[in-house]
């Protein structure tokens, strides 16, 4: 077999160095009785040269194997928990937090991180968050719940977004929870509150500011509109609201560093204004998130590797103008960040399997996977990269990737390089972590195991579906069924 | 012993790359004594079939291919035939060997470019901001990253304007229908963001210059373009002496603290006089071998700078110099074109 | 010659192959150049699938279905008739 494994590494341009590997094979082997051993076997392929394509060196690896994952075999952790299957290493989910972490309180002591619980709720993943030291950031009552049953303390926790009831707000200023107001009608409700509970509360303004196109104008109150100013005057007026802290959320996936510290200026002139204006002193000051991760998006021609910016980039970008604002340095607001994806995409990966390839009638190839959109929703952002799970050759031929959903709009994506592979080969899909599980639907497929690896061991953090569990809440009244 | 430079860029057709120009450059006048190496993207590179300009070419992954492939090609070469500098002249290669720059330095490999804020601050999206910090006019701009936002655009510019993508290329469109056409192709070819530039009725100058990456302006090489293809490439051009253009460069590559080459394209507005700022480009611009005939050699003066030589700034440019440009046509033999596509290495 | 193929080719060791009849070329995998080997040498379409598994190690049915497959797109790609 050793032969067989020099043989196995040919690449098409290493063949003439091979020549006569045979002969030497046949000398190697004269005192062994298997000298018709026979040559390494890859799919017959013909690939004809075009524009763009003659280029082998220009793809991306797909054809190195990423036959294991976190220490274990491919191939094996599918054997056992089925295909597809999501895999989170755990070690570089803590090393993440731990990168970020470190990034800002070297520039900015008082920096806390608070996990967005929207990008991936798993209970398992916001405990490893958590026992690293993350706060928790949540955008309705029941993540709000999520974070309580896993005993963060309210106190530990942001309350963010659009729409909260008034019975979460109440829970939420019961418990200490930081809340940061989106809208005038949430002030209303939360000044009721103050009357009920008869105490003045403090709280946190959202604001926006027109940093990007088309600008995120939903969320909170405009800063060059003024609509800013007005509503911690508001707030202060009514003299049941006390505003100590400021909140802003630059976007989504954002790798333009000047969008955030254009974001963190406007902060600070706007803390300045505020306190000449009307007194205000803040507790915090928020910079949400936004911050990208190494996924390519559909709409970019660079890769994401080369385009994402560090933890140091960003944390060098926003605490320096921060740390200028109207304060002596003891008595600096702490700081929130509130990143999810840039967290959580890399360190899940999701293993697939093809189900069939076929030749379209423009000569191209597709192939079919057992994984479809409804638990990879954000192809429609990202360009995933697909790797596969085993030796597959060098040959490797731009190839539409389709779900396994019979609907013709699941497309994972259009073109991508993938070498040649058969019926049951496996594929691997990194940096998988972010909305897709959180975002997934249950449709016409069961959503599949989802493990986590630490230190060599595999502990399944969600069970895959079963028709019994789906159905559970469904009632069919005897009338329908007589 | 003489130094080895490696150049990407090498396909020159009538929207011709920068890497034939700055190889011309480099082995201008006589004596020099290092080796070229063609650093290609595709078989059909033209330059890369060029004998008397290359000692070797290399096939090496796109930029949007991952990096660590990339490296890894990278060092290969390096370890078969040695690679002293290496001169990107790709807008769209810059990020890719800004992010290798520290990790090919620790090989032996250096490089001269400009910091990634000072790329990002004038990259197209960024440019208007830019110019309204510096206080220099620009034409009216917008970074559309949403097919929703194009009418608003349009409706902000006026007609005619330019459509241009991400990274390459620009369409002049007087309708709506030449902008949405536009707009689509660019959007297809270069992601977003796709600009939509107002056009101005004006003269239209370019400046390359090289930067020392501490606020200095060490070469400046002023032209009109006197014949351009209809893709708008210089065919001709004639070098210039003038104080308006050599202040506002040297104003731009202050600011930015600029390192390395870049080609800074400026128009005079006809009835105003006024100096607009248009785009400058990360790089060497096609053209540049005609600075050999101007006493601006700035290929040369990069790879000095590259590899850390003391480079005092070059007096000015010596002004009516001409090029004309005229195609070629070479012989080239099946088997190399076979070494490449096979092989992916060639050595004249 | 053979009559399966549409005209004539060279084919490198390296797997580069050159259709002098149009102009175009190919890159071949090493099993595809063995095989595209055969067929010049003017082996019969039905003798493929032995010859691969004798000279490869691979299992019949795997291999009858890939040079099907092989034999597919070389129709397409109008190298064969």
């Not at chain 1, 000449?276 to 928020?286: A, F, P």
């Not at chain 1, 779900?403 to 592979?421: F, H, K, T, Y």
């Not at chain 3, 149009?22 to 099993?31: A, I, Q």
Request: negative net charge; proline residues 5%; contains cysteine.
């Amino acid at each position: 077999m050793v032969v067989f494994n020099v043989l196995s590494v040919h690449s098409m341009f290493s063949q003439l160095l091979f020549a006569g590997s045979s002969l030497l094979n046949l000398k190697i082997r004269t005192d062994d009785y298997t000298m018709t051993e026979k040559r390494h076997y890859s799919k017959p392929t013909i690939i004809r040269h075009t524009v763009g394509v003659m280029n082998k060196y220009g793809r991306p690896p797909a054809t190195v194997p990423m036959n294991r994952l976190v220490g274990h075999e491919v191939k094996e952790l599918v054997e056992n928990y089925g295909s597809p299957l999501f895999v989170l290493n755990v070690q570089e989910l803590r090393d993440n937090y731990r990168d970020m972490s470190r990034a800002f309180m070297t520039r900015y002591p008082k920096a806390q991180i608070a996990y967005s619980y929207k990008t991936n709720y798993m209970k398992a993943v916001c405990s490893i968050l958590h026992q690293e030291g993350a706060w928790a950031e949540v955008v309705s009552g029941f993540e709000y719940d999520i974070a309580r049953n896993l005993n963060m303390a309210g106190e530990n926790i942001i309350f963010n977004g659009p729409y909260k009831t008034k019975a979460e707000l109440m829970r939420a200023f019961s418990e200490k929870a930081l809340v940061n107001i989106d809208n005038y009608d949430e002030m209303q409700v939360i000044e009721d509150i103050a009357e009920e509970l008869g105490t003045v509360l403090e709280v946190g303004i959202r604001i926006n500011m027109d940093l990007n196109s088309p600008p995120w104008h939903k969320f909170g109150f405009n800063l060059e509109a003024g609509h800013a100013f007005e509503a911690v005057k508001r707030a202060l007026a009514s003299g049941k609201l006390k505003v100590v802290g400021l909140h802003i959320h630059v976007g989504t996936y954002i790798d333009d560093l000047t969008i955030y510290s254009r974001a963190a200026q406007g902060m600070v002139e706007f803390y300045r204004y505020i306190k000449e204006q009307l007194g205000v002193t803040l507790k915090y000051w928020d910079m949400g998130g936004g911050y990208a991760s190494h996924n390519t998006l559909n709409w970019a021609w660079l890769p994401a590797e080369q385009t994402c910016p560090t933890y140091d980039h960003y944390a060098e970008t926003i605490c320096p103008i921060l740390l200028n604002g109207p304060f002596a340095a003891e008595d600096a607001p702490k700081l929130f960040l509130e990143p999810g994806r840039a967290l959580v995409d890399e360190p899940f990966s999701l293993i697939t399997s093809v189900a069939a390839q076929k030749r379209m009638p423009n000569g191209g190839r597709g192939i079919v996977l057992d994984a479809g959109m409804n638990i990879l929703s954000s192809v429609q952002w990202y360009s995933y990269n697909f790797q596969t799970g085993q030796d597959s050759g060098s040959m490797i031929e731009d190839t539409t990737v389709y779900g396994g959903l019979c609907m013709n709009i699941d497309v994972l994506r259009e073109s991508a390089s993938v070498p040649q592979v058969r019926r049951g080969d496996l594929l691997v899909i990194p940096h998988v972590g972010a909305y897709n599980i959180s975002q997934s639907w249950q449709f016409i497929y069961l959503r599949p195991n989802v493990i986590a690896i630490e230190d060599g061991e595999v502990h399944v953090i969600k069970k895959a579906e079963t028709r019994e569990y789906v159905q559970e809440f469904e009632q069919v009244p005897d009338t329908f069924t007589k | 012993m003489g130094i080895n430079v490696g150049i990407t860029g090498l396909h020159a057709t009538d929207n011709p790359a920068p890497g034939i120009g700055v190889i011309r450059s480099l082995k201008h006048p006589e004596g020099w004594d290092g080796e070229i190496i063609g650093l290609a993207y595709d078989v059909m590179d033209t330059g890369v079939y060029d004998e008397n300009l290359l000692d070797h070419a290399y096939m090496i992954p796109y930029p949007n291919s991952g990096t660590q492939q990339i490296l890894a090609r990278l060092l290969y070469i390096h370890s078969k035939t040695r690679l002293d500098v290496i001169i990107p002249t790709l807008d769209s290669e810059l990020a890719l060997f800004q992010h290798l720059e520290p990790e090919l330095r620790k090989h032996g490999i250096s490089l001269f470019l400009p910091d990634s804020i000072a790329t990002k601050r004038i990259s197209k999206p960024n440019i208007a901001d830019f110019c309204k910090e510096l206080e220099i006019d620009t034409p009216k701009t917008y970074a559309v990253k949403d097919s929703g936002e194009l009418d608003k655009a349009i409706k902000e510019i006026g007609y005619p304007l330019m459509v241009k993508g991400a990274f390459y290329e620009a369409h002049k469109c007087r309708d709506d229908k030449d902008t949405i056409n536009y707009f689509n192709e660019m959007r297809q070819k270069w992601g977003y963001p796709v600009i939509l530039q107002q056009m101005i009725d004006a003269d239209e100058y370019d400046v390359c210059c090289v930067g020392d990456g501490k606020g200095g302006m060490l070469g400046a090489l002023p032209i009109r373009k006197t014949r351009i293809t209809d893709k708008g490439k210089a065919w001709a051009a004639i070098t210039l002496k003038n104080d308006q253009l050599f202040d506002l460069s040297k104003k731009i590559i202050r600011d930015l603290k600029w390192a390395g080459p870049c080609e800074i394209e400026i128009l005079q507005e006809k009835n105003t006089a006024k100096m607009h700022l248009l785009e400058i480009n990360p790089r060497f611009p096609a053209w540049i071998f005609l600075g050999t005939g101007a006493n601006q050699n700035l290929p040369k003066m990069v790879v000095d700078l590259a590899l850390g030589k003391d480079v005092q700034p070059l007096p000015n440019a010596k002004s009516g110099v001409t090029f004309v440009r005229h195609a070629t046509d070479l012989i080239c033999p099946i088997e190399w074109l076979e070494k490449l596509t096979t092989g992916g290495e060639l050595h004249y | 010659m053979d009559s399966f193929l549409h005209s004539e080719f060279t084919l490198s060791e390296s797997g580069f192959l050159f259709d002098h009849g149009t102009g175009l070329t190919y890159t071949l995998n090493e099993t595809g150049r063995f095989i595209f080997q055969k067929i010049q040498d003017g082996s019969h379409a039905n003798n493929l699938v032995e010859l691969v598994t004798s000279e490869f190690e691979v299992a019949e049915d795997i291999a009858r279905k890939d040079v099907d497959d092989f034999f597919r797109q070389l129709k397409e790609a109008r190298i064969i008739h």
